[in-house]
């Protein structure tokens, strides 16, 4: 058995390699279980509590570091825009908004296309109000009067 060693060293590079290769950090577990397995090695001759030590190191490492790559992932994705805090503000349309063209809002200093939520049509000079962002358009819908006049 003078030769384990060198299989889980073989196992923890060839876990490096597809580590390198991809880009979703799939295997780095695989090879931090692969290393511990082959230093127990220096102390049992036994395939069974080296294979143990592999997956114990494997399973921990992973449970430990996840939400880490988690976060990492995420923060990695967001695309940040600071649109979001557009939601729920009450806007004018500057432009209306029909059944065959967007209208147009300001909101934030920006102007931004805006759809209607049910598909209403809407005057330029309506109050709406901002209810979600959908790809680069604002959806909309219309303020009553009554909620405008309670808000001002």
């Known amino acids: 058995m003078d030769y384990m060693p060198f299989i889980w060293i073989g196992i923890a590079v060839f876990a490096l390699i ?3 290769v991809g880009t979703q950090l799939i295997s780095v577990w695989f090879a931090l279980g692969a290393f ?3 230093l127990s090695c ?3 001759d036994n395939a ?3 294979f143990a030590v592999f997956i114990v190191v494997t399973v921990v490492s992973l449970i430990l570091t996840r939400p880490l790559v988690k976060r990492f992932k995420r923060r990695q994705n ?3 825009l600071n ?3 557009a939601i729920g503000l009450e ?3 500057t432009r209306d908004i029909t059944p065959d063209s967007d209208g147009e809002v ?3 200093g920006d102007y931004w296309t805006a759809v209607s939520r049910n598909g209403e049509e809407m005057k330029k000079g309506t109050r709406v109000k901002v209810l979600e962002i959908r790809g680069a358009k604002l959806v909309v819908e219309r303020v009553h009067a009554a909620a405008a006049n309670k808000k001002d």
Request: charged share 25%; no cysteine.
């Open 42 to 44: 220096i102390f049992t």
């Open 106 to 108: 300001k909101v934030l």
């Open 18 to 20: 597809i580590e390198a």
């Open 78 to 80: 967001e695309v940040k």
């Open 91 to 93: 806007a004018t349309l």
């Open 36 to 38: 511990a397995a082959a």
């Open 48 to 50: 069974i509590i080296q």
């Open 83 to 85: 649109l979001d805090r």
